[in-house]
């Protein structure tokens, strides 16, 4: 079945350091790889998204890169701050399919120490 | 900016307890979700609805849940006979239209089955 795998399940860094998570999908057909940040007791926040047509794409301190043959992408966040400390999760959806579900990761929960 | 809302934020119920948990989307939305988290685990997939219909259910889904859609704004999910493992955060999301991308999450409700 479809499946999104996600590692490491805890990141420490320095405030200032880079954090990469990283994960891998199952299903093919999957075209759409959202990154969503969840804040302790918070929903899900969605942060930055990649579609299969793209291989990066940035939007200040956040990047996420595809890899489709290898079905990978990765969430890569540079001079990381205290308040990027939450837990990511990655997804991923077949836009093509009509009931649309996201599949997500199991998450990572990055912590930035000052 | 307009967001997903949810009723009750918490609900504490007995094993066997029917629960009606309540979700209002983004007014505009066209697609509707559930999902739920266990503690600590990750976001999965329930139900999807468009178009006064289920799109697509999966395996947690079981006869006990079932999703309504009211009136024009409220979209909801029950669970006929609620049992221990059924405690976890219920999150509801919308979305736009079919080719739109993003799901928007609500703050979710916390059940609690005793």
């Known amino acids: 079945g479809e499946n999104v795998e996600q590692h490491p399940s805890t990141l420490s860094v320095q405030e200032g350091d880079s954090a990469v998570i990283k994960c891998t999908y199952s299903d093919s057909a999957s075209n759409y790889f959202p990154w969503y940040k969840q804040e302790l007791g918070k929903r899900p926040q969605l942060i930055i998204d990649?579609?299969?047509?793209?291989g990066e794409k940035k939007d200040q301190r956040i990047a996420v890169t595809l890899n489709k043959t290898a079905k990978h992408f990765s969430l890569h966040i540079t001079e990381t701050q205290p308040e990027d400390s939450a837990v990511y999760f990655c997804?991923?959806?077949?836009?093509?399919?009509?009931?649309?579900?996201?599949?997500f990761g199991q998450g990572t929960e990055l912590s930035v120490k000052p | 900016e307009p967001e997903v809302t949810q009723t009750p934020s918490h609900q504490v119920t007995q094993m066997g307890q029917e629960v009606i948990l309540r979700c209002v989307p983004i007014?505009?939305?066209?697609?509707f979700y559930w999902y739920r988290q266990i503690l600590g685990q990750k976001v999965e997939f329930l139900v999807s609805f468009y178009n006064n219909e289920i799109s697509e259910k999966s395996e947690i889904f079981d006869d006990q849940f079932s999703v309504e859609r009211p009136d024009g704004s409220n979209f909801t999910l029950k669970i006929r006979s609620t049992k221990l493992e059924d405690s976890a955060m219920y999150f509801c999301?919308?979305?736009?239209?079919?080719?739109?991308?993003?799901?928007?999450f609500g703050p979710g409700t916390r059940l609690t089955v005793t």
């Open positions: 997804a991923a959806k077949d836009l093509d399919n009509q009931g649309g579900k996201l599949i």
């Open positions: 007014s505009n939305h066209l697609y």
């Open positions: 990649i579609r299969s047509n793209v």
């Open positions: 999301a919308s979305g736009e239209r079919e080719s739109s991308y993003e799901q928007y």
